[in-house]
C-alpha cells in the first residue's frame, strides 16, 4: 500500500478516536467558546479540536517514518520534511496558547514570524520564481520576507475562513487533496505525504465539525493546517522550475487568499485595523443574503473545488478537463440553490434560519 494512503487512512481514523475524547475533556476544564454579537454560534462549545487533527497528523507521520518512508530522502529533503513538520508544530502552540489564554493580535503576529524564519532556516523557503519569458528570477536577500509573507499570510486567511461550521476544515481538506494529486503527478513524494496527512486529518475532524458542530478547532488547529497548507507548497510546488507550478499553490488556495485579501482591504479602506475582526467575510455575506449555514458552507466548498479542478487541468492531470466539467456543474448547481434560497427567504421574512454553531 502506498505511504500516502497509510498516512490518509492513518489520520482519518487517529482523528476519529480523538476528537471526542478532546471534546469531552475540553467540556470538562471550560475551555469553551462563548456566543457573543460578533459570533454565529449559539451555544458555547469546546474549541480545542485543533489537538485532535494535530495529533491525527502527527501519528500518521510517526508511523509511516517508522516503516521507513524517509529513509530514501536525500538530506536536503529531511530538511525540507522537518521544516514543514517542525513549522506545523509552532504554529499549533502559538495557536493553543491563543484559544487558552487569548493573545494579542500584535503578540500573536511576532509568534509566527518567528516560527516562520525558523522554517525559513531549515529549507522551507521561496528562492527564486519562475516567470513566463523572464526564466528563473533569483530573490537574494527577499527570499527571507516574501517567505514570511506567504506562510503568515496563508497560515492567518484559513484562521478566518474558520467562520462556519466544517468551512476551514472542509476547504483545507479539499486543498491537501488537490495539493496531494499535483504532488504524486509531479514526483514530489515529501508534498505528497505531508498532504495526505493533512487531508486525512481535516476530512476526518468534519464527522464532528460540520453543522451542527460538536466541536470547534480553535486558533490550534486553524493556524496548524494554514502554515502546512502554505509549507507544503512551497517544498512541492513552488520550488520547481516550471511556470506553472509556481502559480498552482495561488489557484489552490485561491478561496482563503481572495477572501482575507479584500476582507483587510476593505477594513483598510474604512480605517479600520485589519486586525480587528468583523463580519464582512464571504460565509459571512451569504449569511446576510438569506442563506442557510449549510448551504452557505457546501457553496463555497464547490467553489473550492472548482479552482482545484482548474489546478488539475493546469497540472496537465489526466482527465483533468472532466474534472473541470464535473466541478463547473456542481458549481452550477450550487448557485442556483443559493439563488433560490435567498429569494425564499427575501419573499417570506418569516423564515428563520437553521441555528448557526460558528466560532467567528
Known amino acids: 500500500m502506498p505511504y500516502h494512503l497509510v498516512a490518509f487512512l492513518i489520520a482519518v481514523l487517529v482523528v476519529l478516536w480523538t476528537t471526542p475524547l478532546v471534546n469531552k475533556a475540553g467540556l470538562r476544564v471550560g475551555l469553551v467558546d462563548l456566543p457573543n454579537a460578533r459570533k454565529v454560534h449559539q451555544r458555547p462549545m469546546v474549541r480545542l479540536g485543533g489537538i485532535a487533527i494535530f495529533t491525527g497528523y502527527i501519528c500518521a507521520l510517526t508511523i509511516v517514518g517508522v516503516s521507513g518512508a524517509f529513509d530514501s530522502l536525500p538530506v536536503s529533503a529531511q530538511y525540507e520534511l522537518w521544516g514543514v513538520v517542525f513549522g506545523g508544530v509552532g504554529f499549533?502552540?502559538?495557536?493553543?496558547?491563543?484559544?487558552?489564554?487569548?493573545?494579542?493580535?500584535?503578540?500573536?503576529?511576532?509568534?509566527?514570524?518567528?516560527?516562520a524564519s525558523l522554517a525559513w532556516g531549515a529549507g522551507v523557503r521561496i528562492d527564486f520564481f519562475t516567470l513566463p519569458y523572464l526564466g528563473v528570477i533569483q530573490l537574494g536577500w527577499l527570499s527571507l520576507p516574501v517567505t514570511m509573507l506567504w506562510l503568515v499570510g496563508m497560515t492567518n486567511a484559513i484562521n478566518f475562513m474558520d467562520g462556519l461550521d466544517g468551512l476551514a476544515a472542509g476547504i483545507s481538506g479539499i486543498a491537501a487533496v488537490v495539493l496531494l494529486i499535483v504532488s504524486l503527478w509531479i514526483y514530489q513524494p515529501i508534498s505528497a505525504l505531508l498532504a495526505a496527512a493533512l487531508a486525512g486529518a481535516s476530512l476526518g475532524f468534519l464527522r464532528y465539525n460540520f453543522n451542527p458542530a460538536q466541536i470547534f478547532m480553535g486558533d490550534g488547529g486553524a493556524y496548524f493546517m494554514g502554515f502546512t497548507l502554505a509549507g507544503i507548497s512551497i517544498v512541492g510546488l513552488v520550488k520547481t522550475v516550471t511556470t506553472v507550478a509556481v502559480i498552482l499553490p495561488f489557484i489552490i488556495l485561491a478561496i482563503p487568499i481572495l477572501d482575507t485579501s479584500t476582507v483587510i482591504v476593505d477594513r483598510i479602506l474604512r480605517g479600520k485595523s485589519p486586525f480587528v475582526a468583523d463580519k464582512r467575510h464571504l460565509h459571512h455575506r451569504l449569511l446576510s443574503a438569506g442563506l442557510s449555514q449549510r448551504l452557505s458552507v457546501l457553496f463555497i466548498y464547490a467553489l473550492a473545488l472548482w479552482v482545484g479542478s482548474v489546478a488539475l487541468v493546469l497540472a496537465k492531470i489526466p482527465a483533468g478537463k472532466a474534472y473541470v466539467l464535473g466541478a463547473t456543474l456542481l458549481l452550477g448547481f450550487a448557485i442556483v440553490s443559493l439563488v433560490q434560497q435567498a429569494w425564499k427567504t427575501r419573499s417570506d421574512p418569516q423564515q428563520s434560519q437553521q441555528p448557526a454553531n460558528s466560532k467567528d
Open 92 to 115: 499549533f502552540i502559538i495557536g493553543l496558547l491563543d484559544d487558552v489564554f487569548t493573545l494579542s493580535p500584535f503578540l500573536r503576529l511576532a509568534l509566527q514570524a518567528i516560527v
